[in-house]
């Protein structure tokens, strides 16, 4: 699973328990992803919208923090001109009350998002990357993004657009790890491992 980070996308904590705002922005490349950039397209979100694919909200990407889902009808996906928006009801539980709080109050400003098996083309020379498809996995507040990002904001704000891949996911690496810097090949052979592996198991 590949995981982004967004930088300045508007976020609130909403009345009744609700937290809402864009997972994801179309149309505004990232920064350095570890030898190229990245993009999503508007529609690369429409297939798991329209499958309702089993998208949960975790906290911090912990499956045992579960603040929303698809499935339940707490967590409620849609694609508009500007990109993927969310809404979750998270739960009158101690993880619920306690990360609605912190989103109100501003001490979670962050937020990522995870997915698989994406539908991508590349430039020609392998700097840049378009999202065009994707498996939706999870939308996550987060409290440490490993790359420096805000994206999540309780009081609104709004700007630029930015995402970076998670370095424990295995598939992001920082610029300045020389001895890991091309993960663009790497992301290439895994992604082509896993597609030949599916081809086999058919």
């Not at 603040?67 to 001109?81: A, I």
Request: net charge neutral.
């Amino acid at each position: 699973m590949e995981t982004r980070f967004l930088q300045n996308t508007e976020m609130r904590a909403q009345a009744g328990n609700t937290i809402a705002g864009y997972a994801a922005v179309f149309n505004s490349w990232s920064e350095d992803l570890g030898g190229f950039i990245e993009t999503i397209r508007p529609g690369a979100f429409g297939r798991a919208i329209r499958e309702r694919q089993d998208v949960v909200c975790l906290f911090n990407h912990d499956n045992n923090r579960v603040l929303g889902r698809v499935r339940s009808g707490t967590l409620e996906l849609r694609e508009d001109k500007a990109g993927l928006y969310y809404e979750c009801r998270v739960p009158n539980s101690p993880t619920g009350r306690d990360v609605y709080e912190a989103i109100k109050r501003g001490d979670v400003s962050q937020c990522s998002f995870g997915f698989s098996n994406p539908t991508d083309v590349w430039s020609r020379d392998g700097s840049r990357r378009e999202l065009l498809d994707l498996t939706l996995c999870d939308v996550s507040p987060v409290t440490r993004p490993a790359y420096q990002a805000t994206s999540v904001e309780a009081r609104g704000r709004t700007g630029s657009y930015s995402y970076t891949r998670k370095p424990d996911s295995g598939l992001y690496v920082p610029p300045e790890d020389l001895e890991l810097a091309d993960s663009r090949r790497r992301l290439q052979a895994r992604l082509l491992s896993e597609q030949i592996e599916g081809e086999v198991k058919k």
